[in-house]
């Protein structure tokens, strides 16, 4: 089993920075790529990035240029340095450890951004 805590959510204007973290304990050994999803009110979870275990990320079109995503191995820590934020990146952000034939997940941090 892996339990996954973010933190660093909450409250900023439009175009303010966050930067999100999510620290994996347990099994974190098997952990190949991890990432950040979100959900905003009344629409479906989305890929927000994802990086692997080797150090390569993949972004939503939608925050290209904007996040970056990094991640600690030795920490078992994924970061999300979100920069730019627009009022349409409100929503709840889920951390994702992936395992072979497992997915796990955060209990989701809140993200508001004031216009």
């Known amino acids: 089993q892996v339990q996954l805590v973010e933190s660093g959510g909450g409250l900023v204007q439009a175009g303010g920075s966050l930067r999100l973290s999510c620290v994996a304990s347990?099994?974190?050994?098997?952990?190949?790529?991890m990432g950040w999803y979100r959900q905003a009110p009344g629409k479906q979870r989305e890929l927000v990035a994802i990086?692997?275990?080797?150090?390569?990320?993949n972004y939503a079109d939608s925050v290209k240029g904007r996040f970056t995503i990094s991640r600690d191995n030795a920490k078992n820590t994924v970061y999300l340095q979100m920069n730019s934020l627009k009022s349409e990146d409100t929503a709840v952000y889920y951390c994702?450890?992936?395992?072979?034939?497992?997915?796990?997940w955060g209990q989701g941090t809140q993200v508001t951004v004031s216009s």
């Open positions: 994702n450890a992936n395992q072979p034939f497992r997915i796990y």
């Open positions: 990086i692997t275990s080797d150090g390569k990320s």
């Open positions: 347990g099994s974190t050994s098997r952990i190949n790529s």
